[in-house]
């Protein structure tokens, strides 16, 4: 069972920059894809930006050329860097992580980190 925790939320006025982290609780070099997801209450949560073992990444449109998402293997961390961030970032973060084995795939989740916007 990898277990993940986010940090980094919180305030910052729009135009402004946050870092999020997450870090695992097992190498990440067993893990297939890791990424950030983020909510608003009422509805699904949705992908923000994903990253392969190998290191691909792929972005919602919504953030693309604003959010830039890392891996460091060697520390077990992935990270979400927010630059000119707006209202309708506001959210919260979830780190997410895939593991695929032969038998299937199974996907973690960790608590979540409330990022909000102000005007």
């Known amino acids: 069972q990898v277990q993940l925790v986010e940090s980094g939320g919180g305030l910052v006025q729009a135009g402004g920059s946050l870092k999020l982290s997450c870090v695992a609780s097992?190498?990440?070099?067993?893990?297939?894809?890791m990424g950030w997801y983020r909510q608003i209450p009422g509805k699904q949560r949705v992908a923000v930006a994903l990253?392969?073992?190998?290191?691909?990444?792929n972005y919602a449109d919504s953030v693309k050329g604003r959010f830039s998402l890392s891996r460091d293997n060697a520390e077990n961390k992935v990270y979400l860097q927010m630059d000119s961030l707006k209202p309708e970032d506001t959210a919260v973060y979830y780190c997410?992580?895939?593991?695929?084995?032969?038998?299937?795939?199974?996907?973690?989740w960790g608590q979540g980190t409330q990022v909000t916007v102000s005007p």
């Open positions: 997410h992580a895939v593991r695929a084995t032969a038998w299937g795939t199974t996907d973690y």
């Open positions: 097992e190498s990440i070099s067993s893990l297939n894809l």
């Open positions: 990253i392969t073992s190998i290191g691909a990444t």
